[in-house]
């Protein structure tokens, strides 16, 4: 393994922990998302408003397992 001579830290290691640190970022951006739909369904009264619930919090809930695999396999 390559060994980044300043740091002393392997590349492979590296690239796992900014790998993991876009994944937590991305689990925001979900959560933000979430928050948007809530706020929308608020504002605007559709007939649409339980799928899109459903369909954030699936992408949530994938992100956040996205991370577990990862944080278990890296």
């Given amino acids: 393994m390559e060994v980044i001579p300043l740091i002393g830290v392997s590349v492979w290691l590296a690239v796992k922990i900014f790998v993991l640190l876009f994944l937590a970022i991305y ?3 979900a959560l933000v998302v979430i928050r948007q739909i809530k706020l ?3 504002t605007l009264d559709m007939g649409l408003n339980l799928p899109i619930r459903f369909v954030g919090w699936a992408h949530f809930l994938f992100a956040v397992g996205i991370f577990v695999i990862a944080l278990l396999i890296l």
Avoid: L
Wanted: aromatic share 16%; no cysteine; hydrophobic share 65%.
């Fill in 27 to 29: 689990i925001i951006f």
């Fill in 40 to 42: 929308m369904s608020e």
